[in-house]
């Protein structure tokens, strides 16, 4: 039994998906304005919160849960805004039966894919650049492994928010 960790899982976009996504978000030089916006590699679509948890345990319950199921299909589309959040959205297809597959059994949310993208309490802001990215797609990837992340704070006085690392990696089936 290790320390416990604040644990999630994920998928992380694929290298065009994020190139695209980059490029897209460069258009715009007239700056991001007040949001604190998610730095590229915590880039992620989260698919289940384990809160405090013990890694080593949370990894064996994920690749029993894992075991056999098949690599889903994801693309960027879109955009949309929590309170105080601007994310970009996900059409998928087999993504949501992978995160109903090792989501906590108290999970009472309906599954929303997302990749968060900034936050702040600017509304304006956030809905300019909902409405700026409104169109946007990327191209559609293969997420072929589920990671196991884990939430630290971040200690270094540069940045505030979290800072994520891989705990374990878990491969999925490729898609016949």
Same mark, same amino acid.
């Given at each position: 039994?290790?320390?416990?960790?604040?644990?999630?899982?994920?998928?992380?976009?694929?290298?065009?998906?994020?190139?695209?996504?980059?490029?897209?978000?460069?258009?715009?030089?007239?700056?991001?304005?007040?949001?604190?916006?998610?730095?590229?590699? =915590?880039?992620?679509? #989260?698919?289940? !919160?384990? @809160?405090?948890?013990?890694? &080593?345990? *949370?990894?064996?319950? /994920?690749?029993?849960?894992?075991?056999?199921?098949?690599?889903?299909?994801? =693309?960027?589309?879109? #955009?949309?805004? !929590?309170? @105080?959040?601007?994310?970009? &959205?996900? *059409?998928?297809?087999? /993504?949501?039966?992978?995160?109903?597959?090792?989501?906590?059994?108290?999970?009472?949310?309906?599954?929303?894919?997302?990749?968060?993208?900034?936050?702040?309490?600017?509304?304006?802001?956030?809905?300019?650049?909902?409405?700026?990215?409104?169109?946007?797609?990327?191209?559609?990837?293969?997420?072929?492994?589920?990671?196991?992340?884990?939430?630290?704070?971040?200690?270094?006085?540069?940045?505030?928010?979290?800072?994520?690392?891989?705990?374990?990696?878990?491969?999925?089936?490729?898609?016949?």
């Amino acid at each position: 039994m290790s320390d416990p960790a604040r644990l999630f899982t994920a998928v992380t976009p694929s290298a065009a998906a994020i190139s695209a996504l980059r490029e897209e978000l460069g258009r715009y030089p007239s700056g991001r304005g007040p949001l604190r916006w998610v730095e590229v590699p =915590q880039w992620h679509i #989260t698919l289940g !919160f384990y @809160g405090m948890d013990d890694p &080593g345990t *949370r990894a064996s319950w /994920l690749k029993a849960r894992l075991a056999g199921l098949r690599a889903p299909t994801v =693309q960027l589309v879109g #955009t949309g805004s !929590f309170p @105080g959040v601007l994310w970009v &959205g996900v *059409r998928e297809h087999g /993504l949501t039966e992978v995160a109903d597959a090792i989501r906590p059994e108290d999970e009472k949310r309906p599954f929303r894919p997302h990749l968060t993208l900034a936050r702040g309490r600017a509304f304006g802001t956030i809905e300019r650049w909902r409405r700026l990215l409104a169109e946007f797609e990327s191209p559609a990837w293969t997420a072929t492994e589920v990671v196991l992340f884990r939430s630290d704070r971040a200690e270094d006085g540069r940045r505030a928010g979290p800072r994520y690392s891989v705990v374990e990696r878990f491969p999925l089936d490729s898609p016949g």
